[in-house]
């Protein structure tokens, strides 16, 4: 017997494992706030607290992100164990964004905050970690799946067309 939507627990682990190790290792590099620039004014490390949502959203009065981060997990195990056979990408999608709630969810119930570290600084965009990677990951696999389904769908079946008959020549001729 095989595990049911096997891609899911892979993608999942494979995320929560890779967010825990690097985030477990940047916190043991750099002090709160510090920087190391790997590309010099194109990417750093840079440690960062952030107590609320992406983009810092709801900063300081989030603690209800931690419920949804568990609700969301618990809901997407839920579907991945009773819920249909999913496709390839599907279950990689969805396991992705497991992965990428579980890892933000384990860091605001165990500390409060979520831990942020890669910091793109070309296009200013806000620190972000590798949960956040998975979840973004998750979506794009989610919709290249449902794109896929889409393409494969076949057209409605056209209402049969009445035959016109030709008429017979009946004279022999």
Known sequence: MSAKNPWFWLAAILAIALDRLTK?????????????????????????????????LFAGG????????????????????VGPHLGSWEQMGFGLLLGGAVGNGFDRFAFGEVT????????????????????????ACLLIGTLRSESRTPAPARPASKQIREPTDTTGG
């Not at 989030?62 to 164990?81: E, N, T």
């Not at 570290?117 to 965009?125: A, E, H, M, V």
């Open 24 to 56: 477990v290792w940047v916190v043991a590099q750099l002090a709160p706030g510090e920087s190391i620039a790997l590309w010099p004014g194109v990417f750093h490390l840079t440690l960062v607290k952030n107590s609320g949502a992406a983009f810092s």
């Open 62 to 81: 989030s603690d209800w992100l931690k419920w949804i981060s568990l609700l969301v997990s618990v809901g997407l195990c839920v579907y991945a164990l």
């Open 116 to 139: 942020d570290f890669l910091d793109f600084r070309l296009i200013q965009f806000p620190v972000f970690n590798g949960a956040d990677i998975a979840i973004n990951l998750g979506l």
